[in-house]
Nanobody, 124 residues
Framework: QVKLVESGGGMVQAGGSLRLSCAAS????????MGWFRQAPGKEREFVAT????????YYADSVKGRFTMSRDNAKNTVHLRMNSLKTEDTAVYYC?????????????????WGQGTQVTVSS
């Protein structure tokens, strides 16, 4: 019943910005921990950012700290990932996930549901 739909991906030059969105149905994001992961070709899916349901605190991978900002819009039941100062190494498919109760926020196993992903390509 839970469905996540990512959007906002595209192609951008290095130094540019993109805003990803994840529209959720079948759950209320304000009572769910949400996360963003990404996967580049030939690499494992890696943690990017998360927002904790209990207090709204956000946590980021070291590689994106200071450049990416995760937020939630409870009225629209949507989470966002604002990506600034994009680098070529940010190129990947970005996925939105719903956290498991008691799960580990920075690992894939900590999440129960996933969206289809949206492609982000950063050119030099």
């Amino acid at each position: 019943q839970v469905k996540l739909v990512e959007s906002g991906g595209g192609m951008v030059q290095a130094g540019g910005s993109l805003r990803l969105s994840c529209a959720a149905s079948g759950l209320t994001i304000s009572t769910s921990t949400m996360g963003w992961f990404r996967q580049a070709p030939g690499k494992e899916r890696e943690f990017v950012a998360t927002i904790r349901w209990s207090d709204g605190n956000t946590y980021y991978a070291d590689s994106v700290k200071g450049r990416f900002t995760m937020s939630r819009d409870n009225a629209k039941n949507t989470v966002h990932l604002r990506m600034n100062s994009l680098k070529t190494e940010d190129t990947a498919v970005y996925y939105c996930g719903v956290g498991r109760y008691g799960g580990t926020y920075y690992t894939e196993s900590g999440y129960l549901h996933w969206g289809q992903g949206t492609q982000v390509t950063v050119s030099s």
